[in-house]
């Protein structure tokens, strides 16, 4: 695995904080923790939104009944983020999986998870603005969880 950016970096760091003070004390938000997919998948994403656990998941990771939000940061991973983890985290099923893609300033939702991949895909620009499925009072402006834009 190579690397991450800054802006990958920067971005997973941006996203966790934010998402942390929204749902706290309603579930957790892990960074780069592996999850259980099934017996032989176990990937870990940049961020997961899971239900809170009192043994903070010390006996098992988190499986797809405790996942309510999947986010992959997307700088030079995009088409492998929105193809072959979609279509994993899809057959799971994971109803609500996001890949914010850095570079051209966007974040992509998947939704209607099937066994084939997801039905649906809204790619919002930095002007709009999300709410998870489980959380719809929760608003989430794109460009809280973007890099500022830095002039030199």
Not at 73 to 89: G, M, P, Q
Not at 106 to 114: D, G
Request: glycine share 2%; net charge negative.
């Amino acid at each position: 695995m190579s690397a991450k950016g800054t802006a990958h970096t920067s971005a997973t760091r941006r996203t966790s904080t934010l998402l942390r003070e929204l749902l706290e004390n309603h579930a957790a938000v892990y960074t780069q923790d592996p999850i259980a997919l099934d017996d032989s998948s176990e990937p870990e994403p940049d961020i997961a939104v899971v239900v809170i656990d009192p043994f903070d998941y010390a006996i098992h990771h988190p499986t797809p009944s405790e996942l309510y939000l999947i986010i992959e940061v997307a700088d030079s991973s995009l088409a492998y983020d929105r193809e072959i983890k979609a279509k994993a985290y899809a057959r799971s099923p994971i109803a609500d999986y996001w890949v914010l893609n850095v570079n051209d300033r966007q974040l992509h939702v998947f939704r209607e998870p099937a066994e084939n991949g997801y039905q649906s895909e809204l790619i919002l620009g930095e002007d709009g603005s999300i709410s998870p499925l489980q959380f719809p009072t929760i608003n989430i402006a794109i460009q809280e969880i973007l890099l500022p834009i830095i002039s030199n």
